[in-house]
Nanobody, 124 residues
């Protein structure tokens, strides 16, 4: 069982930065791939970024590539999503998710555990 808690969301002006953190419980964090997804009002939840359990390989949605960076610290049971050059269209609730095994997925259905989400609002 893994429990995930996101933090770091908030209100920021366009062009600004935020760093989201996902804290995981349990001693098996390093055996889970991690993903971040987001859901804007009235929209489906969508993939943002993912990372293998080693942290060596990452994947990003086209809309955030070059602006967002996903990393993890297995010793601290945490994953981090650094978001730079934020745009109003990045406004959403951001969720971290954990998937058993080395490889990540772009599909939310393949993730086993989810956090409650943290709100990110980017003003123009």
């Amino acid at each position: 069982q893994v429990q995930l808690v996101e933090s770091g969301g908030g209100l920021v002006q366009a062009g600004g930065s935020l760093r989201l953190s996902c804290a995981a419980s349990g001693r098996t964090f390093s055996t889970y791939a991690m993903g971040w997804f987001r859901q804007a009002p009235g929209e489906e939840r969508e993939f943002v970024a993912a990372i293998t359990w080693s942290g060596f390989t990452t994947s990003y949605a086209v809309s955030v590539k070059g602006r967002f960076t996903l990393s993890r610290d297995n010793a601290k049971n945490r994953a981090f999503l650094q978001m730079n050059s934020l745009k109003p269209e990045d406004t959403a609730v951001y969720y971290c998710a954990a998937k058993r095994g080395y490889s990540y997925s772009l599909l939310e259905s393949e993730y086993d555990y989810w956090g409650q989400g943290t709100q990110v609002t980017v003003s123009s």
